[in-house]
């Protein structure tokens, strides 16, 4: 969860909410005790087993799982606590297929969850722990509320692990349940664990932070409070529209007006309709119900005129057009469920207004307009909440806008240098001098126009020099896509609106800080790298059939050859040519080691 909605949900809460699962920071000290003597163990299997072990030390819980987020000496660990529909259970191993020696976890894992669904229980996890008999699992009945079942890309679940310019291997396990669990957060969920089962697509279980009550009845405070939240959510997306307007002309402006190619203004519409799920997600109780009754103005906005005309390549200012009318479109979506309650008031036909299922498109989350009632009747009135709300809509909206756009546009080029060869900028002096304010990395950066957007970082301090000891340092820049028809270097206006007035500060994103480091350690621009003069190395994302691409050209022995360093095809799966002479070429000159994405949890003992 961001802090902007951990915050926003804090503002709202009511304690006496029944609640499913709590979020906890563990000291490895507190759980190494708990740990399995096998510290060979399959990292998801080590991992669940210490976490299970401790749950039952804490008073109301039944089970545990990891977040599979390291901390300052802690693991993040979510507990399950007791309800009556949730169990651990010892499964007879002669109800179980066999273990598939070649994938024994996620087939433990599949095979538990399968035995889970035909015994007519929702979901079935394997703590990972047996007998001689026997597979321990918790299994959740069908009253277990707060379950919800996605089939997520798996180029969703790259993206969230926040790391590009690396590869990512989603067959291991432990990666595999991470990226699970952050892409469930990001949708406003408290919690996600895989099925286990995948194709191009992989299969999750989303977990609601608290259970929600049966539906309400349609009594006269429970329609004026359901009518009041549609009011105010409807009037704060009007407002944050309004405020976008002019800030959205800024944004592209500082694009300089190139053609962008955004079939159907999916790029738009995520950022939109991602933005909001995030911040009405935050609500407890309703902010899921919120979120998936705004998700179904998703398809009014795609069917929008707009829409309908924004396939192919158009300029910014034809984007933005387009991108407004269909905001329009899910605007006037969300008001027709004010007024299809308010119309049916007092009517036979409120019960079945009240009761109606809507299912999100995005998310798959479903809801009942008459499940706004359970929240908390200050909110509509709440106006500090509903500030904020749109202030993080309206700033996150901004945010991912520029990314999505920078993706398309331009070109992260990053520099390393080996061993100092001819022609490298030397920066003489130490890492205190030579990255102060007024150093000669600043003075650098702010020289032209066409370097404002230069960070560095890496810094080694040399020992010396004929001129005295000097700092060796990695650089990254942006320069434009060919495909893009910009000219090499972004404008500056474009650098001050992505880092901050004066290109070197913080711009405060919707979930905080972010800089430089940001954009070029977590947005999944396409990288070239160069090495030495003989090693260059490409990385392109979300191409056709495959997530990441890393392609090595080598001057061996001036003879310029090419090949792929390593990939992850769209199955999540890792290929790494290592082997390769050409990969090994240039690993051996320019001390190139290819990058991959891990889980970062280790043995506790």
């Known amino acids: 969860m961001s802090r902007t909605a951990a915050a926003l949900r804090t503002r709202v809460m009511d304690a006496t909410q029944p609640r499913l699962l709590q979020w906890q920071d563990v000291p490895t000290s507190q759980l190494a005790p708990y740990a399995p003597s096998d510290a060979s163990l399959p990292m998801v299997q ?90 321990t699992a918790l299994l959740f009945s069908k009253d277990y509320p707060g379950l919800t079942f996605v089939d997520a890309d798996n ?17 291991d396990t432990a990666v595999w349940a991470q990226s699970v669990m952050r ?45 009041a939240i549609l009011k105010q959510t409807n009037q704060s997306l009007k407002n944050v529209r309004d405020d976008l307007q002019g800030s959205i002309v800024g944004v592209f402006d500082t694009f300089n007006a190139p053609a962008v190619t955004d079939p159907a203004l999916q790029i738009g519409l995520d950022c939109l309709f991602g933005v909001i799920n995030v911040v009405l997600n935050a609500i407890p109780e309703v902010g899921g119900s919120l979120a998936a009754l705004f998700d179904t103005a998703l398809t009014a906005a795609q069917d929008s005129e707009a829409a309908k005309g924004a396939n192919g390549s158009m300029t910014l200012e034809a984007y933005q057009s387009n991108l407004e009318s269909a905001f329009d479109a899910s605007l006037n979506a969300v008001g027709d469920l004010h ?7 007092g ?25 706004l009632a359970l929240a908390s009747p200050k909110l509509p009135d709440d106006e500090t909440y509903w500030n904020n709300a749109e202030e993080s809509m309206a700033s996150s909206f901004l945010v991912n806008l520029k990314r999505r756009f920078v993706e398309q546009l331009y070109l992260a080029a990053h520099r390393t240098y080996q061993n100092a060869p001819a022609g490298k900028q030397w920066w003489y002096g130490t ?22 957007s230069c960070w560095f970082t890496d810094f080694s301090q040399q020992p010396g020099h004929a001129r005295g000891p000097y700092v060796t340092t990695t650089e990254f820049w942006l320069q434009s896509n060919e495909s893009g028809g910009l000219a090499a270097y972004p404008p500056t206006e474009l650098v001050y609106s992505l880092f901050s007035s004066d290109g070197f500060g913080n711009t405060q ?16 621009i396409d990288c070239i790298e160069f090495g030495s003069a003989s090693y260059q190395q490409n990385w392109t994302y979300s191409a056709t059939g495959e997530l990441v691409v890393a392609t090595v050209q080598y001057n061996g022995n001036d003879v ?38 891990r889980n970062d949890l280790s043995p506790l003992k």
């Open 509 to 524: 994103g919707w979930t905080g800080p972010y800089d430089k480091s940001t954009v070029y350690n977590q947005w999944s």
């Open 155 to 171: 180029a969703d679940l790259f993206e969230v692990m926040f790391q590009p310019r690396s590869l990512i291997d989603l067959s």
């Open 46 to 135: 080590y991992a669940m087993q210490t976490v299970m072990a401790w749950a039952k030390t804490q008073s109301g819980c039944i089970g545990a799982i990891p977040t599979w987020e390291v901390g300052q000496a802690t693991w993040g660990v979510i507990l399950l606590l007791e309800h009556p529909a949730i169990s651990v259970v010892d499964i007879p191993k002669s109800q179980l297929p066999p273990v598939v020696p070649e994938n024994p976890i996620e087939d433990w894992g599949v095979t538990v969850m399968r035995w889970a669904v035909a015994q007519g229980y929702q979901l079935g996890i394997p703590t990972f722990s047996e007998t001689a008999d026997t597979r």
């Open 431 to 452: 890492i205190a001098s030579v990255t102060a304010a007024d150093g000669d990395l600043a003075k650098y950066i702010a020289d032209r126009a066409d370097d404002l």
């Open 560 to 597: 310029p050859q090419q090949a792929t360093a390593g990939s992850t095809d769209a199955y999540g799966q890792l290929t790494l040519n290592s082997s390769n002479p050409i990969v090994q070429g240039g690993a051996s000159t320019s001390g190139f080691q290819q990058r991959v994405i």
């Open 339 to 345: 007024d299809a309650l308010l119309n049916a008031r």
């Open 347 to 371: 009517t036979s036909g409120l019960d079945a207004v009240w009761q109606q299922l809507y299912t999100s498109p995005l998310t798959g989350m479903p809801a009942q307009l008459g499940l």
């Open 183 to 227: 892409l469930a957060s990001s949708r406003g969920w408290s919690a996600g664990w895989p099925t286990w089962e995948y194709t191009t697509k992989r299969g999750l279980i989303a977990m609601s932070e608290f259970a929600t009550p049966a539906l309400p009845d349609p009594t006269d405070a429970n329609v004026d409070l359901v009518l």
